[in-house]
């Protein structure tokens, strides 16, 4: 929920307040319309919290290089998803991004190197239902020119450049190309090799979308878009299992 929703409801529930209550005693409205003021406020900025928190994000970074003794996983294309949710004023919207293909490499138990690739033309909508016409409009905006520019960069990428423990948290690093654009990322994330089946599963994360240059509705590009704008985080979670090759 933004600031300036929260602006809009609070000055029209004042409005409201003041000609329903016209006729009686100044104090009780006022003590009243504090009471209003309160609790629209704990709403609000308890809902702005919902969002993850956003992947620390630095300048692109030197590939991981597996070593001889590494042993290699191919990604399970059927198994692994990308999911995503996008904010605006009025809510939000949610879907998926398909996996195209990709490697992890272990080494004595661990993640040592990888990458993947991520098919820009599998984007869908889950939120709306199918046969609306409105969910083949969004995908079809998202995958614009506005957007991500599908029919120019149909395939993102993510390569590994360390892996390493943080309070108490495994934090995967990798260079994560959308568009034109290559950016380092850190997220929090599990890992369990079970024989020849590895499994990676991502924390909820955010990204800001305007770092890669997705400008449609951001406020990072645009001063004049009143509350019409879109949020730049764009939130993702990672779920990958591989097969060892």
Same mark, same amino acid.
């Given at each position: 929920?933004?600031?300036?929703?929260?602006?809009? #409801?609070?000055? &029209? !529930?004042?409005? @409201?307040? %003041?000609?329903?209550?016209? *006729?009686? /005693?100044?104090?009780?409205?006022? +003590?009243?319309?504090?009471?209003?003021?309160?609790?629209?406020?704990?709403?609000?900025?308890?809902?702005?919290?919902?969002?993850?928190?956003?992947?620390?994000?630095?300048?692109?970074?030197?590939?991981?290089?597996?070593?001889?003794?590494?042993?290699?996983?191919?990604?399970?294309?059927?198994?692994?998803?990308?999911?995503?949710?996008?904010?605006?004023?009025?809510?939000?919207?949610?879907?998926?991004?398909?996996?195209?293909?990709?490697?992890?490499?272990?080494?004595?138990?661990?993640?040592?190197?990888?990458?993947?690739?991520?098919?820009? #033309?599998?984007? &869908? !909508?889950?939120? @709306?239902? %199918?046969?609306?016409?409105? *969910?083949? /409009?969004?995908?079809?905006?998202? +995958?614009?020119?506005?957007?991500?520019?599908?029919?120019?960069?149909?395939?993102?990428?993510?390569?590994?450049?360390?892996?390493?423990?943080?309070?108490?948290?495994?934090?995967?690093?990798?260079?994560?190309?959308?568009?034109?654009?290559?950016?380092?990322?850190?997220?929090?994330?599990?890992?369990?090799?079970?024989?020849?089946?590895?499994?990676?599963?991502?924390?909820?994360?955010?990204?800001?979308?305007?770092?890669?240059?997705?400008?449609?509705?951001?406020?990072?590009?645009?001063?004049?878009?009143?509350?019409?704008?879109?949020?730049?985080?764009?939130?993702?979670?990672?779920?990958?299992?591989?097969?060892?090759?």
């Amino acid at each position: 929920m933004s600031l300036t929703f929260f602006y809009h #409801t609070l000055n &029209t !529930v004042f409005h @409201i307040f %003041v000609f329903n209550n016209s *006729n009686k /005693k100044n104090t009780n409205m006022k +003590s009243n319309f504090l009471n209003i003021f309160t609790l629209i406020t704990i709403i609000t900025f308890t809902s702005c919290d919902d969002k993850a928190k956003e992947a620390e994000t630095k300048k692109a970074a030197e590939a991981a290089v597996a070593e001889a003794m590494s042993v290699t996983y191919n990604v399970n294309t059927d198994d692994s998803t990308i999911e995503w949710k996008g904010f605006k004023p009025t809510g939000t919207h949610n879907g998926t991004i398909n996996i195209k293909e990709g490697i992890i490499n272990v080494n004595d138990g661990a993640i040592e190197s990888g990458k993947f690739a991520i098919d820009m #033309t599998s984007i &869908t !909508v889950l939120d @709306i239902p %199918v046969e609306k016409e409105g *969910n083949a /409009k969004l995908v079809g905006h998202l +995958s614009s020119a506005d957007f991500f520019d599908v029919e120019k960069y149909p395939v993102s990428k993510f390569q590994i450049t360390g892996i390493e423990t943080k309070d108490g948290k495994t934090m995967l690093s990798g260079n994560l190309t959308l568009k034109d654009a290559t950016n380092n990322i850190s997220i929090p994330v599990t890992t369990t090799v079970n024989g020849d089946k590895l499994t990676l599963t991502s924390e909820t994360f955010t990204i800001d979308r305007s770092k890669w240059n997705v400008e449609y509705g951001s406020k990072s590009f645009f001063d004049n878009l009143g509350d019409k704008f879109i949020n730049d985080d764009i939130e993702l979670k990672v779920t990958l299992t591989a097969n060892k090759a």
